[in-house]
């Protein structure tokens, strides 16, 4: 899913964006039927999962800040061409879940999931996590992700067995994230 | 925090439970106080957690089955002695979570948390559960914890390194059902 080949690159915000990107974190309105439409073209997900990716955007323009959900958009020429979406873990001091990161498929292979993971750990880092925790499935079919959470400097920290269906365990990887 | 001494018991649904105790399953709005009482006095959660277990309920009042949070309240003549919240882990087929279990002090050492925790696992074994999740912290200050789902037949299935904050970690236990 996140292929990194040779990016063409244009820099946003200090980070390596590909060309063209615009960066917004503060979702508007059609932003929930535009994450839907990504990531249901990414062909990745379920529906449940699908639902509940709108549903995050959905709490996050309700309650602000507040709903812990927040938000790295990119766009080009007007289009969501991925997005990320994060939040700090409650009762923990410096923990934050990543809990969601898509690239629509014709803007992917150019790098851009690492952007938009780069530019939450920046965001989180500034916010004074620590420790960066994602979580994917253990299933052959999501070897790509996995592959791309290591080559950002994720590691597998533990896998639960049977997690999301039997036969479908939860790895969890964390990044620890260093001072700048 | 869940000593499991010679308990007096009785039983109730099919369950051994400490005598004249009576189990609902549907908080009421008194509910929201009583847990926050009950779970300041055990003296065991910061307040953020603390306002975390009342927000739960709060949630389950307000949108009933379709919050996530289920719950068994074990009253003693009218009295709050202790309650279990669980729930279906979303995105997951047969994955559970424990949110919350507490027991007032002055009904620990009855084998109440026991008896609250089996009764959560037959209503997650009926909703077709199988893996049920309970985390924890690594400090030393919740041995006793940890001793007790181990004696309930959990085992630790993962630790994550400073979770919670430097220095505490997370352990991750689980209990697989079997059918009866």
Request: aromatic share 12%.
């Amino acid at each position: 899913m996140f292929r990194n080949r040779t990016p063409t690159i244009a820099t946003v915000d200090g980070h390596a964006f590909p060309k063209d990107i615009r960066l917004h974190y503060t979702p508007r309105a059609s932003d929930v039927e535009r994450v839907r439409t990504l990531v249901t073209e990414t062909g990745f997900f379920r529906l449940d999962e699908i639902s509940i990716a709108a549903e995050l955007v959905e709490e996050r323009l309700k309650s602000g800040h507040e709903s812990g959900y927040h938000f790295v958009m990119a766009q080009k020429q007007g289009n969501l061409a991925g997005y990320g979406c994060f939040g700090p873990i409650p009762c923990t001091l410096t923990s934050y879940d990543i809990y969601w990161i898509a690239v629509a498929p014709k803007f992917q292979g150019k790098g851009l999931g690492k952007c938009i993971l780069g530019e939450m750990e920046r965001l989180i880092r500034e916010m004074g996590g620590i420790q960066v925790y994602v979580e994917t499935s253990t299933q052959p079919g999501y070897a790509s992700t996995r592959r791309f959470y290591e080559r950002c400097g994720y590691r597998c920290e533990a896998v639960l067995d049977d997690f999301y269906e039997p036969g479908d365990g939860k790895a969890i990887y964390v990044n620890r994230l260093v001072k700048r």
